[in-house]
């Protein structure tokens, strides 16, 4: 386990300007440098990831928002009152509108068939994500 503090409030006693940002990366270590150097990351950001590589990321992160969805919707059924209801909802009035908007231009865009994106093969990550946010309330504990 990382030597990094567990707390923010302990990190920032420890070093002479904290950032909470910081705290963050450092806790989050060795997963954060493998993201950062990764390929695709890497590729992404120099503007050379092929177009297909990308169109495969975005039909494998929608196979995931259906389920997000269903997963956010059960939590809007669950949450005790209007008050604790409404950022949920407000997130879900993003991710089914603004969000999905974005998926379904960016597919056009590249030239991805519908058939493509809306009965996806997920990757294994992909399926586990989805299979962990379709899992009923009772199975998370």
Do not use: C
Request: aromatic share 12%; net charge negative; hydrophobic share 35%.
């Amino acid at each position: 386990m990382s030597d990094v503090p567990a707390s923010y409030d302990e990190y920032a006693e420890t070093v002479a300007d904290p950032r909470f940002t910081d705290w963050l990366r450092e806790r989050s270590e060795p997963a954060w440098t493998d993201a950062i150097t990764h390929r695709f990351t890497r590729d992404l950001g120099a503007g050379t990831l092929e177009e297909d590589a990308y169109a495969t990321y975005l039909v494998q992160d929608y196979a995931f928002l259906e389920a997000l969805v269903g997963a956010f919707g059960f939590a809007v059924g669950q949450a005790p009152g209007i008050e604790a209801k409404r950022p949920l909802i407000e997130f879900l009035e993003t991710v089914t509108g603004e969000e999905n908007d974005y998926f379904e231009r960016s597919f056009d865009a590249l030239g991805v068939p519908e058939s493509r994106w809306t009965n996806p093969d997920p990757s294994p990550t992909a399926a586990a994500l989805v299979d962990y946010e379709s899992a009923s309330g009772d199975d998370r504990g």
